[in-house]
Every structure is written in structure tokens, then in C-alpha cells.
């Protein structure tokens, strides 16, 4: 499930992040350097809230990113960035989905 998107943002990529939930790319309409990656956790994820947020102080992918609950949807990890195109933003995209899921998995294998 995919949050509204704000006002003069609109939503350029999006795809499902294997085992966290829905990643979202959004570039503003007023300043086109300027971007938004989401993930919006599923909900087993969401119920995680004590892990992410230790989680995020631990994590380099998430050193820049912060965490807030919407309502029924739960919990959102948000990274604000600038790139100077949205290919360079959408590769940027990519490769943060994919740092912020093998951080989580060290962070798990590391409780075991």
C-alpha cells in the first residue's frame, strides 16, 4: 500500500522491496533536483519500530533517513536527496533499496 503523494510531488518509480514492503521515488514539480525515497514497510515490518529505530543509528543506509508513523499505514522510512537528473535519482533510488536491505538483514543475522 503506497502513501498519498504530497502536493506539487509527483511519483516517478516505484517498486516492492522483497521482505520490507513498497519503495517509492517521488521528484518534486517545483524544484526538479529534488527527490523522495520511501519505504513503506509491510506489516510485519511496521511492528518493528524498536528495531528500526535502533536499527537507524546502526545502519549507513539510514544515517540521512528518518522514520515516521502515517496513520494505518504504519511505519515509512524516508530518505530526501538532490540529483542533478532522475536517471542519476532513480539509480540512486536502487541502489539505497538495496543498502537498506542488506543492512536489515546484517542487523537480524546479528541477534541470532
Known amino acids: ?3 498519498a503523494v504530497p502536493q506539487n510531488w509527483i511519483l ?3 517498486c ?3 521482505g520490507l514492503g513498497q519503495g517509492e521515488l517521488l521528484q518534486s514539480a517545483n ?3 529534488d527527490f ?3 519505504i ?3 506489516s510485519y515490518e511496521r511492528n518493528c519500530l524498536r528495531d528500526w529505530l535502533a536499527h537507524r543509528w ?3 543506509s539510514l544515517k540521512q533517513a528518518s522514520l515516521s508513523l502515517h496513520g494505518d499505514l504504519g511505519l515509512v522510512v524516508t530518505l530526501h536527496f538532490n540529483e542533478k537528473s532522475l536517471c542519476d535519482a532513480k539509480d540512486r ?3 539505497w533499496l538495496s543498502a537498506v536491505l542488506l543492512d536489515r538483514e546484517s542487523a537480524i543475522n546479528s541477534r541470532k
Open 1 to 3: 500500500m503506497s502513501l
Open 12 to 14: 516517478v518509480d516505484g
Open 16 to 18: 516492492p522491496v522483497e
Open 31 to 33: 524544484a526538479p533536483f
Open 36 to 38: 523522495i525515497a520511501k
Open 40 to 42: 513503506v514497510l509491510n
Open 58 to 60: 546502526k545502519s549507513a
Open 93 to 95: 533510488f536502487g541502489a
